[in-house]
């Protein structure tokens, strides 16, 4: 059974540009989430679906961060005009709705801006 | 809201010693929250060590222990004799289920084990 899927693993992007980071959950997960990890913040919550549907991204940088789940086994963050600030490890994860289920995520996408 | 607070920064320990890595938590919207500790490996994923769902329970793994004490709302993570493969980054996390269930991490605690 493979784990949360998360590509690429790593990306160097330039000033401005447009950065796309893309999760597929573990098969039969209704619930997958988003986070960047930083070593001055640790994990940051940045959105949450649920069965596709977008239910919090109160994490979310709103003017040039954006995500989708466009179907059950596919998410995308994307970053616009990317910034040296957004440079981060972005961790996808997901599980199963309910009480006491456990989060499984991703090995992460390293973005680093220049 | 609700959220944790633990040990942040960097410990270092040597190996064979004990170790205990606080946290404590803040669950506004939910009286007795799931409570966990994650751990990241050099080179590998953030991945689970233990959980613990019920208030005044013990959760254990790789020797590692936490118990869910909902006077003290903490959660701390001990080990008797730590080894230098214990060294990694530690979260504490709680998750909440009003509505839709969140989880909400601390800042991570850096483990390093001097042998």
């Known amino acids: 059974n493979a784990g949360v899927i998360q590509t690429p693993r790593h990306k160097v992007t330039g000033k401005g540009q447009e950065a796309t980071l893309w999760c597929e959950p573990i098969s039969g997960h209704s619930a997958v989430f988003w986070y960047r990890q930083t070593i001055v913040q640790g994990l940051e919550f940045l959105t949450y679906f649920r069965n596709q549907a977008p239910i919090d991204d109160s994490g979310m940088p709103k003017e040039r961060f954006s995500a989708q789940m466009p179907n059950q086994s596919h998410s995308t963050l994307k970053i616009q005009s990317t910034q040296p600030q957004d440079s981060a490890v972005y961790l996808c994860a997901s599980s199963l709705e309910g009480w006491g289920n456990t989060l499984y995520f991703g090995e992460g996408s390293r973005l680093i801006v220049v | 809201g609700d959220s944790v607070t633990q040990t942040e920064g960097q410990v270092t320990v040597s190996e064979s010693k004990s170790l205990i890595i606080n946290c404590t938590y803040s669950a506004t919207s939910i009286a007795y929250p799931n409570l966990f500790w994650y751990v990241r490996y050099p080179g590998e994923g953030l991945q689970l060590l233990l959980k613990v769902i019920t208030a005044g329970q013990k959760g254990s793994s790789r020797g590692f222990e936490a118990t869910y004490n909902k006077e003290t709302t903490s959660f701390h993570l001990q080990k008797a004799s730590v080894q230098e493969s214990d060294s990694a980054v530690y979260y504490c996390?709680?998750?909440?289920?009003?509505?839709?269930?969140?989880?909400?991490f601390g800042k991570g605690t850096s483990l390093t084990v001097i042998p």
């Open positions: 996390a709680l998750s909440s289920n009003t509505g839709y269930q969140n989880f909400y």
